[in-house]
């Protein structure tokens, strides 16, 4: 489908609640829900979160800019597009252009994974020709730059003056560009302009543009990204000149819940007590994790299967244990996953229910050579597959299951931790995000014989509804001392101990838990050490109040060494990011319970795309030898560091008015908002699932085949008489570790630095000593031997030296000019800003090699 197509048939989705539009021959789709005004938005974006694209009131007013969730790296597909039902239903077209454009900006963010051109926090650069241009593609879009002021509904415009620091417009400055210009690119800068039909290519973008494309795809056209993704290498040109066939809609509405448990009794879950671990994390996510009203059978397999449970609605405590009463007590005989895959799709039909979306819950510690033969039927049922791989020798085919089936897919080694994170990890895709559990702590302690063991855990006030304090334990029961923020004591004798001897106790807190710090002491009264684990599941305070979530993944669910993966975790209220959190990834390898503990940051360098967006990255390249890996992450606000943000990355860009014939008409202002607000502290644990690396060396990863860290992101100010440069320290591999020292290099000519990094005059760094990857750097050093006069004007580029005298690629190429004051009023309405001059001694950072 071309983008024309898009754009032209946005239209036929309002009004619908979903809608699939193929994608060419990929039979790929946009699912758009809607949400009438009086829905309550927790459904709606429980509900849309799997969808491709949302139409949902946002948490929090902050505009009715479209956007989408985008943080992979280039080229890789963004997560979902966001519409507000005010950008859908009023007639806005003057500050966003037609809505069809708009999907086509989206689109390219969602389904290609290219980035904006344009860039709000600098919407301004130095060109290479000595001028202030606005960060756009193409640069042949013109315009004028001014600053509007509004106050009680009267506007005045002013010519922008220039910032005495950066040389630049001052902040309020804007370009206003003329609504008849002749450029026809680009739609990921300007969707609203009548000219603009198509993306940059090769021939018409701008490199120089300080903005996220340049930055992410190596200073890439998006044309030139796109041509690359799977549409593109796998689709053969249309024939012909005819059209293609227009989207077709189909109306789809979400159905109850239906989940099958399939699980393991062979005889290999004897052994490491498997099966009383397995049946400890199935009653906590029948009791705990489950919604209300949802649908839940059960199938038990050895060498066949047996139906335990048909479907029964859960609506109480009775429902609940009449399934756990049939949790698997005896493991014997051998492994057929078909054969409980099968019984498990008997079970769902025989209820009258559809097997297509369906969801089934396999775990297994066997291997099974027949796995493939059911592959067929599995992928006709339509139902999703979440697979968890308990213990090494668990069959390497269950990853294929989860993976054609969208499901989950998790690994869990030898404690019951794993598996409780796997079964609490799995969420209904449909229902209301207040029914939805929140695990606050997944915790185990080898707690040493007659000690305590003590902990805590925050309860914030978007959670508290539905709160479970579960204890197991290996050998002999715990005593337990529980105490709420407000002094309430819970003991022992509060907890109620399971029926089926599975070494556990739960407590549920009557209506809801109170918020602030809950303290926890455990008891091993047996003379010997054991293990104890902590869980705690929760829900949302109530229905109308969005929960803090953290979820979690790797940037592919496969890697063949040498490839490095980066680990993705975001943390939200509901649409919006939450800043200032304390993310840690816990990857652990399968066979030797190798562990690896990885501090995500959110600081726009190294694997992060932007800073403070809510997004936590970080690279892993920690690798033990082949197999599978898993990962969770444990996300923590302390001190009322946290905050939410309103700002929203990706979006389209609202446009605050053009030039006509001379004239500058003005949009009304996009809304102000307060961004910044408090988050209570809280706790968040979630699983990322499992993933799988290949052609490794069975002794390890050597750091020197990862490359060494590249500085992307130097910022320059002068203070006094010298140039003080600041930047993300990278790592001696990636961003980990520390470099062992710097080069920088100044020159006069943009190219030298470029082409010629080596011959560049060499600033003296002795005195810098590298911090560890993460932190911040500055230097200050004079721009020696230049003789700085009015025009001077010398470029500046790092290199970071590694172990081995390994150097890593040229940092991003800052720029140094020096020009007296203008007279102000050279940027007055109506002037070209290509032609505007610089005229002011500046050192500012020019984003040109990425």
């Excluded at 804007?174 to 198509?198: D, G, W, Y």
């Amino acid at each position: 489908m071309t983008i024309k197509v898009l754009a032209d048939n946005l239209s036929r989705s309002l009004g619908l609640k979903k809608l699939n539009i193929p994608q060419g021959n990929s039979e790929k789709t946009l699912n758009a829900y809607s949400k009438s005004q009086d829905e309550n938005v927790l459904q709606v974006f429980v509900t849309a979160v799997w969808a491709n694209v949302i139409v949902a009131n946002p948490y929090a007013k902050y505009g009715d800019d479209p956007y989408t969730l985008q943080y992979g790296q280039c080229g890789e597909k963004g997560q979902y597009i966001h519409f507000n039902p005010n950008f859908l239903l009023d007639n806005n077209i003057h500050v966003y252009g037609p809505r069809g454009r708009v999907l086509v900006h989206e689109w390219a963010h969602l389904r290609w994974g290219v980035f904006d051109e344009y860039n709000e926090d600098r919407p301004f650069y130095f060109s290479r020709k000595e001028t202030i241009e606005a960060t756009r593609c193409s640069s042949n879009i013109t315009g004028t730059v001014i600053v509007s002021k509004c106050q009680e509904g009267i506007c005045t415009q002013r010519p922008c003056k220039h910032d005495s620091q950066t040389g630049l417009y001052e902040a309020d400055c804007t370009f206003i560009p003329k609504k008849f210009n002749t450029a026809r690119e680009s739609i990921m800068f300007l969707q609203s302009l009548n000219s603009v039909t198509k993306l940059c290519t090769k021939e018409t973008h701008n490199p120089d543009a300080p903005n996220l494309q340049n930055k992410m795809c190596s200073k890439r056209s998006t044309w030139e990204a796109i041509t690359k993704s799977e549409d593109f290498q796998k689709a053969s040109p249309m024939p012909g000149t005819n059209p293609p066939p227009p989207p077709t809609f189909s109306l789809l509405r979400t159905r109850q819940h239906v989940v099958c448990l399939v699980l393991d009794k062979s005889g290999s879950m004897d052994s490491e007590e498997r099966l009383l671990q397995m049946n400890q994390a199935a009653e906590l996510f029948l009791n705990q994790i489950i919604e209300k009203e949802s649908l839940v059978g059960m199938v038990t397999f050895k060498s066949y299967a047996t139906i335990q449970n048909d479907l029964t609605e859960v609506t109480d405590d009775d429902d609940y244990q009449k399934i756990t009463a049939n949790l698997p007590q005896v493991a014997d005989g051998g492994t057929s996953i078909c054969s409980g895959l099968t019984t498990g799709f008997q079970v769902i039909t025989r209820n009258s229910q559809s097997t297509s979306g369906s969801e089934i819950i396999l775990l297994t510690d066997g291997e099974d050579s027949q796995i493939s033969s059911c592959f067929e039927e599995v992928k006709q049922s339509g139902a999703i597959i979440h697979t968890i791989a308990l213990g090494p020798s668990a069959a390497k085919e269950l990853e294929t299951l989860a993976t054609m089936t969208g499901g989950h897919r998790f690994y869990a080694h030898r404690d019951i931790n794993g598996l409780i994170d796997a079964f609490s990890r799995i969420s209904s895709r449909s229902g209301s995000i207040s029914q939805q559990a929140i695990q606050l702590e997944s915790k185990t302690v080898n707690a040493a014989g007659g000690k305590w063991t003590n902990g805590t855990v925050p309860v914030d006030k978007t959670v508290g509804n539905d709160t479970f304090f579960v204890v197991t334990w290996t050998t002999q029961r715990s005593e337990i001392f529980l105490q709420d923020p407000k002094g309430k004591i819970y003991e022992t004798s509060h907890f109620q101990e399971d029926k089926l001897n599975i070494r556990s106790v739960r407590l549920r807190i009557p209506g809801t838990a109170e918020t602030g710090t809950w303290t926890y002491s455990l008891l091993n009264k047996h003379a010997d050490s054991q293990l104890l684990t902590v869980t705690v599941t929760t829900r949302a305070r109530d229905s109308t109040t969005f929960p803090v979530t953290a979820t979690v993944h790797m940037s592919r669910n496969t890697a063949h060494y040498p490839s490095p993966m980066i680990v993705y975790a975001r943390v939200s209220q509901g649409f919006l990011p939450v800043l200032g959190v304390n993310v840690t990834a816990i990857i652990e390898k399968s066979e030797d319970g190798y562990q690896v503990t990885l501090e995500l940051w959110d600081n726009g360098a190294g694997a992060d795309n932007v800073k403070n967006d809510g997004i936590y990255s970080r690279y892993f390249t920690d690798y033990h030898g082949n197999g599978r890996y898993s990962l969770k992450v444990i996300a923590q606000a302390r001190k009322n560091t946290a905050k939410i943000s309103l700002k929203q990355q990706n979006k389209a860009l609202y446009i605050p008015g053009y030039t006509e014939n001379g004239k500058i008409k003005m949009n009304p202002p996009s809304p102000e908002v307060e961004d910044g607000m408090k988050v209570q502290d809280f706790n968040r644990l979630t699983s990322g699932g499992s993933f799988t690396l290949s052609g490794a060396p069975s002794a390890g990863t050597p750091t020197h085949v990862f490359p060494q860290g590249r500085i992307t992101d130097v910022e320059t100010k002068f203070k006094e008489d010298s140039v003080q440069l600041s930047w993300t320290v990278p790592g001696n591999v990636l961003d980990k570790g520390k470099a062992n020292s710097y080069i920088i290099r100044i020159s006069k000519h943009f190219l030298d630095l470029q082409e010629d990094f080596d011959n560049a005059t060499l600033v003296n760094t002795s005195s810098l000593v590298p911090k560890e990857a993460g932190s911040t750097e500055s230097f200050e050093f004079k721009p020696e031997p230049f003789r700085i006069e009015n025009g001077t004007k010398f470029y500046a580029a790092i290199r970071s030296v590694h172990e081995g005298s390994r150097n890593s690629e040229i940092s991003n190429i800052a720029e140094a000019i020096k020009f007296i004051p203008p007279q102000e009023g050279s940027g007055s309405p109506g002037t070209n800003i290509s032609a505007i001059s610089l005229t002011i001694w500046v050192f500012v950072v020019v984003l040109s090699i990425y």
